[in-house]
């Protein structure tokens, strides 16, 4: 280990003020090659980054050696997606030496707060699934579990959203420009991937005949690693991302000038791979692009581990006692066909075993009940690009069918219905259907959701394997989401119930006895406005509008997606909106509605959604008739950085998805940590939120899935709930009407098609009445502020089973069975 002194500081590894100090002007000069009159603030971020990169490293290794001595089990996390948004912040709170560096900075002359800010956000990932990801990397360091995070690193992580005249414009997100302090290159870290090709036979000595994947095309996946530590335990685990590299050795002697330029051309078609996220998150697009991603993600991330298995071990009858994959979504679900035929054709295992080992070592969670967001992959696509693999599917496919024969009876419509390969002209490979079979366990992430995957979309799968499905609610992670989001709130909880919390969520009911506690309440309330100001302070930068800190900040922030139901927020600010034009003295708290959320490129009604809130907007935030009661305010690029700085100013956290849709949610959990109170629907984790903060403590309203269930095989008309609510026709005739785009009348008219010509699919208008009721009752708690203080403030005291660490305890439990070491001393 490197602790040379001079003058008494440990370069590389101290963690006092003054050894931060001077490492940080030693990379300045040293690593960045900048002295005093050149330097920026984004150098300075840089050092600092990489004077803790220093130290993680260290950290790093001490760890990876512990688990390899004790030859521990491990956790491979496989993930299309990683959100994992800025890292300097997380990296210094999870070292405990955020202060001491701030202390460090300001000692000559700089502010900690202004050089973070500097920092890209890491968006390599759309939204709640991604984001999971990042908080489940926190959580498993934090318990000390010994598992690698594997993904792909994107040249362009998801979009940077611009509003333009109120409409989303796409920009790309070139996270990489400037350099990652956080990466660790490991260029000798690299794996063949290959695609096309056809499926050849082998004889083997032995006289058995082999199946072998040749004549293939290859790339290179290249090793990134960055470094995951847990808060305060010594313990460092890593994120390891892969980047596509053209594998061809240009053959120079049998080349022409024009054949060379063309090699080196299609080099860069190689490097494609991994270029772009896709940037939809909830419809499925069958481009073979994405499908090589997603191999490109299982077979690069199956080597490494099975290069690390064999380190220890060649009888890989073990693998499923030394390695758990848990799969997030079926998009690394090949790791099942790739697993076995990494041990059919490499290993020349026979198929029982072989498949044995797979089934115990793979696990899925699902994330979806949506059925158009199901990946279902074209055959012809799979059999042109994984001939191989394909002819293994198909085989996992004739023996389950025939097991389901055996146990549930030859039902044709079953076995079609169950069949992992679809029949016809244009058959598919269903990738969930691959993922229950191939997987020990199979997931939801909330218990309604769960529940429901097991008497909906897989309830013939559930009937065949009683014991496979499971739940496991999501979670967040608090040092993010509490700790290093709003530290005046972390102090005050700190200052009254100790520090505990931190790693055990459920201390936070020590709260419970404070909720009453007027000078509590006072700190509680204090500390709410001023982040309320900052965030105004934000808008006012950013939008050029003015905000009350004081008004209600009643906030939607999630993906635009019509199931989610943006629209009805947007109805309710309408109807505010009239109610206040009608009567301007009406006694109504003061709100401000703020929205964000990226639409997926090619969602029409989304960005069509978001053209709308800007609009009314506009009219609402210029008409001073209503100016100190009510503003709508739409800010750009929603991004983790982004909500951390919105989270902790919410008075009001919104909810309201069709009931059924919302797998779960994870927005919803923040707020309420952050001492917001929820509006929503009996939908995903809210339901167990509601079990949590107790009835009185959240509002919940409108229909729940058994109604929607109901009135859709009822037959459900929009019409009359059209006709039968005043407020409702008039907001739908203004925005039918062009009154909130004068310039062009009818440019809302596709959205007012949706609700009241091509049935309203969410329900929007049934869901309406009862919302805009509930919201009445908001308004009023709002106008008794020490009841309002008092509910939210048990709001965060009883929020403590929406840790991502209970939920990682959970997967850990039931699916993995590694261990968990918690913590690791300094050598
Ligand atoms: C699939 C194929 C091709 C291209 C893209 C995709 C794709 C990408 C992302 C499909 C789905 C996603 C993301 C889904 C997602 O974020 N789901 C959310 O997961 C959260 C974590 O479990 C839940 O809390 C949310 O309820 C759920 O919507």
């Not at 390695?323 to 490499?346: F, G, K, W």
């Not at 902790?648 to 309201?656: M, T, W």
Request: hydrophobic residues 35%; charged residues 30%.
């Amino acid at each position: 280990m490197s602790k040379k002194k001079n003058n008494g500081v440990n370069i590389r590894s101290g963690m006092d003020k003054d050894s931060l100090r001077e490492d940080i002007k030693l990379h300045l000069r040293h690593t960045l090659a900048k002295d005093e009159y050149s330097t920026t603030n984004w150098d300075r971020y840089k050092s600092v980054a990489l004077t803790v990169m220093d130290r993680l490293n260290d950290r790093m290794l001490n760890t990876q050696q512990h688990f390899y001595k004790s030859d521990a089990k491990r956790v491979y996390y496989l993930s299309m997606e990683y959100l994992i948004g800025r890292l300097l912040d997380n990296m210094l709170v999870n070292l405990d030496v955020r202060d001491i560096v701030a202390e460090a900075l300001d000692e000559v002359g700089l502010d900690y707060e202004d050089i973070r800010e500097h920092e890209w956000d890491a968006g390599l990932g759309n939204g709640g699934l991604g984001r999971l990801a990042a908080c489940f990397l926190d959580s498993m360091a934090t318990l000390g579990i010994p598992a690698i995070g594997h993904g792909i690193r994107y040249d362009y992580g998801i979009f940077y959203q611009k509003i333009q005249n109120g409409y989303q414009v796409e920009r790309p997100d070139l996270w990489l420009k400037y350099g990652n302090p956080w990466d660790i290159v490991r260029p000798k870290v690299q794996y063949p991937v290959e695609f096309y090709g056809n499926q050849g036979t082998v004889n083997s000595s032995n006289g058995n005949v082999h199946y072998k994947w040749e004549n293939t095309h290859r790339v290179k996946a290249v090793a990134y690693d960055t470094p995951i530590p847990g808060y305060d335990n010594g313990i460092v685990n890593y994120l390891r991302l892969w980047k596509a590299e053209s594998s061809a050795a240009i053959d120079l002697k049998s080349f022409n000038q024009g054949q060379y330029i063309d090699a080196v051309r299609d080099n860069q078609l190689e490097e494609n791979i991994s270029r772009v996220l896709y940037p939809n998150d909830k419809v499925f697009v069958g481009q073979e692009l994405r499908l090589k991603q997603e191999y490109f993600l299982v077979s690069a991330s199956l080597q490494d581990i099975i290069r690390r298995f064999k380190k220890m071990s060649s009888d890989f009858t073990k693998l499923p006692e030394k390695v758990s994959i848990q799969c997030n979504d079926t998009h690394p679900n090949l790791a099942i066909p790739e697993l076995m035929r990494y041990l059919l054709d490499e290993e020349h295992m026979d198929w029982d075993k072989a498949w044995d080992i797979t089934k115990n070592t793979m696990a899925y969670t699902n994330h979806t009940l949506m059925p158009e967001a199901l990946e279902k992959w074209p055959v012809s696509l799979m059999r042109n690009l994984l001939p191989r693999h394909l002819h293994i599917i198909y085989e996992i496919n004739r023996r389950f069918l025939n097991d389901v024969k055996i146990k549930l009876g030859d039902d044709k419509n079953r076995l079609s219905r169950m069949s992992i390969v679809g029949e016809g002209e244009n058959p598919v490979v269903h990738m969930a259907h691959l993922g229950i079979v191939g997987s020990r366990k199979v997931n939801g992430v909330a218990a309604l959701h769960s529940r429901l995957l097991k008497e909906s979309m897989f309830k013939d799968f559930n009937e065949m394997y009683p014991d496979k499905f499971t739940n496991k609610t999501n979670g967040i992670t608090p040092r993010r989401w509490l700790k290093q989001c709003n530290p005046k709130f972390s102090e005050l909880i700190t200052k009254h119930i100790g520090d505990d919390w931190i790693t055990k969520l459920d201390e936070l009911k020590g709260l419970n006895k404070l909720a009453d506690d007027k000078e509590f309440q006072k700190a509680f309330a204090d500390i709410k406005v001023e982040n309320k100001k900052r965030l105004a302070d934000y808008i006012k930068e950013n939008n050029n509008l003015d905000v009350d800190p004081n008004s209600m900040f009643d906030i939607q922030i999630k993906r635009i997606h019509e199931y989610k139901r943006q629209l009805m927020a947007a109805l309710h600010v309408i109807t505010l909106y009239n109610r206040l034009k009608e009567n301007p003295d009406l006694d109504i708290a003061p709100r401000t509605v703020i929205f964000a959320g990226k639409a997926a490129p090619g969602y029409t009604m989304a960005k069509l959604h978001i053209k709308l809130i800007n609009s009314i907007g506009e009219v609402v935030n210029n008409d001073p008739d209503v100016s100190d009661k009510l503003k709508c305010v739409f800010l750009q690029n929603y991004s983790v950085s982004l909500a951390e700085k919105m989270i902790p100013a919410a008075n009001l956290s919104e909810q309201i998805s069709t009931a059924g849709m919302e797998a779960s949610g994870t927005g919803n959990m923040k707020f309420a940590l952050n001492g917001a109170l929820t509006i929503g629907t009996l939908d995903g984790a809210n339901v167990e939120i509601k079990e949590e903060v107790g009835d009185d403590n959240i509002f919940i309203f409108g229909l729940e899935v058994e109604d929607v269930e109901q009135m859709r095989r009822e037959g459900y008309n929009p019409w009359n709930y059209y006709n039968g609510n005043e407020e409702l026709k008039k907001a739908l005739d203004q925005i039918r009407d062009g009154h909130f785009s004068p310039e062009n009348k009818e440019l809302f008219h596709p959205i007012i098609n949706a609700l009241l010509h091509e049935g309203d699919y969410f329900m929007v208008l049934a869901d309406y009445e009862a919302y805009v009721k509930r919201q009445e009752e908001v308004s009023e708690l709002f106008k008794d502020q020490d009841e309002w203080n008092r509910k939210a403030i048990l709001n965060a005291a009883n929020i403590g089973k929406f840790s991502s660490d209970r939920t990682i305890r959970d997967y850990n439990d039931e699916i993995w069975q590694a261990p968990e070491i918690g913590e690791l001393k300094p050598e």
